[in-house]
């Protein structure tokens, strides 16, 4: 079972940017890795996924404020969340573990417990 641990939510104003944390143990970080959300009676979203070679996709709501990035070496992913809106407003999930499929990374094994993100206007 692998283990995910979320850091680095917290609450900002409209405009401010956040950077998200995730770290597992040896081996967490598998090929394909992504970010989610789920907002207050929403059904979780995928934010962002990116594969082993660093290629990255986003949701259409994120592109351009967004950018997720890996440190194998550190055994840590990352999300660097600029410009957020109160839309942004969920708790963030990291995962592990997808598959890849048809180009994207799907499937997601492993899940983290999640960090809690406000955003104020």
């Known amino acids: 079972q692998v283990r995910l641990m979320e850091s680095g939510g917290g609450s900002v104003q409209t405009g401010g940017s956040l950077r998200l944390s995730c770290t597992g143990p040896?081996?967490?970080?598998?090929?394909?890795m992504g970010w989610f959300r789920q907002a207050s009676g929403k059904e979780r979203e995928a934010v962002a996924t990116?594969?082993?070679?660093?290629?990255?996709t986003y949701s259409d709501s994120v592109q351009d404020r967004f950018t997720i990035s890996r440190d194998n070496a550190k055994e840590t992913l990352y999300l660097r969340m600029n410009s957020l809106t109160p839309e942004d407003s969920a708790t963030y999930y990291c995962?592990?573990?997808?598959?890849?499929?048809?180009?994207?990374?799907?499937?997601?094994?492993?899940w983290g417990h999640g960090t809690q993100v406000s955003v104020s206007s």
């Open positions: 040896y081996g967490s970080m598998t090929y394909c």
């Open positions: 995962a592990s573990g997808g598959s890849l499929r048809g180009g994207l990374c799907e499937n997601f094994v492993y």
């Open positions: 990116i594969r082993d070679d660093g290629t990255a």
